[in-house]
């Protein structure tokens, strides 16, 4: 068995699309299984995902660091209690160096699109400079958050000064002495307003929905505490286990919407009432909605950021943006140098990153129009061999995204060893078992916190809520622990069919 090059490009047993936290745990868990013959394909030109493209000043995890990393990889030097951007990109450089990943990435490699051959019951991906692959089995770990959303605000485009966003932020523009405009009041700007207020000559903040901001309790690790993780790992073990259940115990009042979110509602005003005493900016930075709906935010400076002479924020609306400045609602005019859109991302309804053809010519794109869906967010059914990492509703609202992660890899593993094991071409997922699950998981859906009213990303248009696992994530896990081949349609291999040799463990070459 051997792999081959043909026209069309290169065979594989697997492709891994994204080289952020998904597609680097999965490379790790295929080399240390001996399973070589994979590539990673990275649309740009290094891993880390979010945390290589978020560059913007003060950006930063909003879970303990020890929490959201590796199990399999625990890092003893984190300086934070939550890292920043820099430090949460150079860990996952760190496990690509240390799991020798770097010869199976191919870097500058876009796909364009995925197509699934039938016959041959192979994956044909295309990419952006004309190339192609195939592969038996493709695993999409783009994650969600990674186009920018732009506002649709009149007159942005004649604005004369810098625009940027903070997903796209412009390292050699130096904001000390100017006047700052931030359009947004996120995880992103709540990070952002409080790093960039010191140095601008003013900063006006246009909030157009008061968040829920909680204290943050971030702050340097002491260099005796580093030494004792390194040398006792089972210590920092610990310490993982506890900020696991601590964050976890959160769950009944973010997800709920019970007498507990009202107590953490009754927490949040507290912090509030304590950090601001303007009753004037303190009535305007109120959030009107039930904890939860949209992101609860960690901060230990947003507010007191808000305090400072320097900064106004302005709730009456943007009217329009002129060539210089925003003009609001209430025809104020503020002129400035600079706005920074912390304006979010684009998550949209059909979540298919390119057009992705399964079986029959059938478009995911189609399937999806009215709100991804798929099984335990992995696997999609009329898309055999197709697997997503943080697909449909597997997104946590509470707690650290690299549980999950690595609930999907353990099942992906197990999914691609049946694959092997029992010489099957290809796994379908059966229709009926991916409506039973979503419609067991919307059900559960309607009576959390996400679904009472607020807007957010969380939702479609049409109010489905598409990317939150309504659950706890320990939930998850237990329901992701065993690979069930019964709920899938095998389709066995022919002799005809070109047969991929799974160990082939050669670093891949580059096709940029
Ligand atoms: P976001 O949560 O979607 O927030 C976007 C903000 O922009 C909201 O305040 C929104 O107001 C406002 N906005 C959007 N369009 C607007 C318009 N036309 N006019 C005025 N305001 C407008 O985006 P994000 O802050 O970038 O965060 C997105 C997600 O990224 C987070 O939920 C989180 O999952 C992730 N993230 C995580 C961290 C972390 O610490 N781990 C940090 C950053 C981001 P409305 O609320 O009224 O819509």
Same mark, same amino acid.
């Given at each position: 068995?051997?792999?081959?090059?043909?026209?069309?490009?290169?065979?594989?047993?697997?492709?891994?699309?994204?080289?952020?936290?998904?597609?680097?745990?999965?490379?790790?868990?295929?080399?240390?299984?001996?399973?070589?013959?994979?590539?990673?394909?990275?649309?740009?030109?290094?891993?880390?995902?979010?945390?290589?493209?978020?560059?913007?000043?003060?950006?930063?995890?909003?879970?303990?660091?020890?929490?959201?990393?590796?199990?399999?990889?625990?890092?003893?030097?984190?300086?934070?209690?939550?890292?920043?951007?820099?430090?949460?990109?150079?860990?996952?450089?760190?496990?690509?160096?240390?799991?020798?990943?770097?010869?199976?990435? /191919?870097?500058?490699?876009?796909?364009?699109?995925?197509?699934?051959?039938?016959?041959?019951?192979?994956?044909?991906?295309?990419?952006?400079?004309?190339?192609?692959?195939?592969?038996?089995?493709?695993?999409?770990?783009?994650?969600?958050?990674?186009?920018?959303?732009?506002?649709?605000?009149?007159?942005?485009?004649?604005?004369?000064?810098?625009?940027?966003?903070?997903?796209?932020?412009?390292?050699?523009?130096?904001?000390?002495?100017?006047?700052?405009?931030?359009?947004?009041?996120?995880?992103?700007?709540?990070?952002?307003?409080?790093?960039?207020?010191?140095?601008?000559?003013?900063?006006?903040?246009?909030?157009?929905?008061?968040?829920?901001?909680?204290?943050? /309790?971030?702050?340097?690790?002491?260099?005796?505490?580093?030494?004792?993780?390194?040398?006792?790992?089972?210590?920092?073990?610990?310490?993982?286990?506890?900020?696991?259940?601590?964050?976890?115990?959160?769950?009944?009042? &973010?997800?709920?919407?019970?007498?507990?979110?009202?107590?953490?509602?009754?927490?949040?005003?507290?912090?509030?009432? /304590?950090?601001?005493?303007?009753?004037?900016?303190?009535?305007?930075?109120?959030?009107?909605?039930?904890?939860?709906?949209? /992101?609860?935010?960690?901060?230990?400076?947003?507010?007191?950021?808000?305090?400072?002479?320097?900064?106004?924020?302005?709730?009456?609306?943007?009217?329009?943006?002129?060539?210089?400045?925003?003009?609001?609602?209430?025809?104020?005019?503020?002129?400035?140098?600079?706005?920074?859109?912390?304006?979010?991302?684009?998550?949209?309804?059909?979540?298919?990153?390119?057009?992705?053809?399964?079986?029959?010519?059938?478009?995911?794109?189609? !399937?999806?129009?009215?709100?991804?869906?798929?099984?335990?967010?992995?696997?999609?059914?009329?898309?055999?061999?197709?697997?997503?990492?943080?697909?449909?509703?597997?997104?946590?609202?509470?707690?650290?995204?690299?549980?999950?992660?690595?609930?999907?890899?353990?099942?992906? &593993?197990?999914?691609?060893?049946?694959?092997?094991?029992?010489?099957?071409?290809?796994? !379908?997922?059966?229709?009926?078992?991916?409506?039973?699950?979503?419609?067991?998981?919307?059900?559960?859906?309607?009576?959390?916190?996400?679904?009472?009213?607020?807007?957010?990303?969380?939702?479609?248009?049409?109010?489905?809520?598409?990317?939150?696992?309504?659950?706890?994530?320990?939930?998850?896990?237990?329901?992701?622990?065993?690979? !069930?081949?019964?709920?899938?349609?095998?389709?066995?291999?022919?002799?005809?069919?070109?047969?991929?040799?799974?160990?082939?463990?050669?670093?891949?070459?580059?096709?940029?």
């Amino acid at each position: 068995m051997t792999t081959r090059r043909q026209d069309s490009g290169e065979l594989l047993e697997t492709a891994i699309i994204g080289a952020g936290f998904g597609g680097l745990g999965l490379a790790i868990k295929l080399l240390q299984e001996g399973q070589g013959n994979f590539a990673v394909f990275e649309k740009s030109g290094d891993v880390g995902g979010v945390w290589r493209d978020n560059i913007y000043p003060g950006a930063a995890c909003d879970v303990p660091s020890h929490l959201y990393s590796f199990s399999f990889e625990p890092n003893p030097e984190w300086s934070r209690t939550f890292g920043g951007q820099s430090e949460i990109h150079q860990y996952l450089q760190h496990c690509t160096d240390k799991y020798q990943l770097w010869g199976k990435i /191919r870097f500058n490699a876009e796909v364009t699109a995925a197509k699934f051959d039938e016959q041959n019951h192979l994956w044909t991906l295309h990419f952006a400079d004309g190339e192609s692959v195939r592969a038996r089995t493709v695993v999409f770990a783009v994650g969600a958050l990674n186009v920018p959303a732009y506002p649709n605000i009149e007159g942005l485009d004649s604005f004369q000064g810098k625009i940027m966003h903070t997903a796209e932020w412009d390292s050699d523009c130096d904001l000390r002495g100017k006047r700052v405009g931030v359009i947004g009041t996120g995880a992103s700007a709540i990070q952002v307003v409080p790093e960039i207020q010191p140095v601008v000559e003013s900063l006006s903040l246009y909030q157009r929905t008061a968040p829920w901001v909680m204290p943050k /309790r971030d702050g340097w690790i002491p260099p005796r505490w580093r030494k004792l993780y390194a040398r006792l790992p089972l210590l920092q073990k610990l310490h993982r286990i506890v900020q696991y259940w601590m964050f976890e115990s959160t769950a009944p009042v &973010m997800i709920k919407n019970n007498w507990m979110t009202r107590m953490g509602e009754k927490l949040g005003r507290r912090y509030l009432t /304590r950090m601001i005493k303007d009753p004037v900016l303190r009535e305007k930075v109120t959030p009107r909605y039930a904890l939860g709906c949209k /992101r609860v935010l960690l901060s230990d400076d947003y507010y007191p950021a808000l305090t400072r002479p320097n900064v106004e924020v302005l709730t009456d609306g943007i009217a329009r943006v002129d060539e210089s400045g925003i003009v609001s609602r209430d025809g104020s005019h503020q002129a400035l140098d600079v706005i920074v859109l912390a304006t979010g991302f684009k998550v949209p309804a059909a979540g298919a990153p390119f057009p992705i053809e399964g079986l029959g010519g059938r478009l995911l794109n189609d !399937d999806w129009r009215s709100g991804s869906e798929a099984y335990l967010g992995m696997t999609v059914s009329g898309y055999p061999n197709m697997l997503y990492i943080m697909g449909p509703n597997t997104g946590p609202g509470n707690i650290s995204v690299i549980f999950y992660i690595e609930s999907q890899l353990r099942y992906i &593993m197990a999914y691609l060893k049946h694959l092997r094991q029992r010489n099957i071409a290809a796994l !379908d997922l059966k229709a009926e078992v991916q409506r039973e699950f979503n419609d067991a998981l919307q059900a559960k859906m309607q009576n959390t916190t996400w679904m009472s009213g607020c807007d957010s990303w969380y939702l479609t248009e049409d109010g489905k809520n598409t990317t939150l696992w309504p659950g706890y994530s320990w939930q998850y896990r237990m329901q992701s622990k065993h690979f !069930d081949p019964s709920i899938y349609r095998s389709r066995r291999r022919s002799m005809s069919e070109p047969q991929v040799n799974v160990e082939l463990g050669e670093p891949a070459t580059s096709s940029s």
